[in-house]
């Protein structure tokens, strides 16, 4: 099983709603990874943990802030998002930080 | 400045036709993926090469991992409009697990 699942697929939310996306794994790996990716351009590491650590912060604004409550799942919390944030939200997974990553589907954001 | 480079960054091409993409470096990894994405989805991971001048094939595409382990290539032969989407390279630089990805190659394949 190399199945990386997100919820929601779709979110529209205003710049004064807080919201929540999540990612679940159960490959028993233990990094795990939020990118940001905008049309036809590479994915944007924004958080890694590794063994339930943030490990990496790649200088996101603290209206994104992540949570790891246990080795499977993997939470990004919105809050006062601006329009310039709308894109695909995506996760991933890997045995140890550096191997070969899973993705989930994302999740299409939507900031209005 | 990107680690890893990728050319070309945009290919439209007829279906049938043979395309190669490039992901070039200065740096050496560790080993280096190759995913295809299609829009509004999740990368999917297509390979994984690990040793100098390994070479694996997936159907009617081909992988190359360079003798320095510096880059890489993707041949597809007789191309699909099924094959359309964005291939991107990716992997673990040699001297850490710091994970990169490459600048992305958008693939059309006109039928």
């Not at chain 1, 999540?22 to 890694?48: D, I, S, T």
Request: with cysteine; charged share 20%.
């Amino acid at each position: 099983d190399t199945e990386v699942t997100q919820t929601p697929k779709h979110l529209v939310m205003g710049m004064t709603n807080k919201k929540s996306l999540k990612c679940e794994q159960h490959m028993g790996h233990r990094a795990m990874y939020w990118y940001k990716q905008k049309a036809k351009k590479p994915p944007e590491l924004m958080f890694v943990y590794s063994y339930e650590k943030l490990s990496i912060n790649e200088s996101v604004p603290s209206r994104f802030s992540p949570e790891c409550p246990n080795s499977s799942l993997l939470n990004l919390h919105l809050h006062a998002l601006q329009p310039e944030d709308s894109a695909l939200y995506l996760c991933a997974s890997s045995q140890e930080r550096g191997d070969e990553q899973y993705f989930g589907p994302g999740t299409r954001l939507t900031v209005t | 400045t990107q680690l890893l480079e990728q050319s070309p960054q945009f290919l439209s091409i007829q279906e049938g036709e043979n395309l190669t993409v490039y992901c070039n470096s200065s740096s050496v990894f560790s080993s280096l993926q190759w995913y295809r994405q299609e829009p509004g989805e999740g990368p999917v991971l297509l390979v994984t090469v690990v040793t100098g001048g390994e070479v694996k094939k997936l159907k009617r595409l081909t992988f190359q991992f360079g003798d320095a382990r510096k880059d890489s290539s993707l041949h597809i032969t007789a191309a699909q409009p099924g094959d359309t989407g964005l291939y991107l390279c990716a992997g673990a630089e040699n001297t850490g697990n710091q994970f990169y990805f490459g600048t992305g190659t958008s693939l059309t394949v006109i039928p």
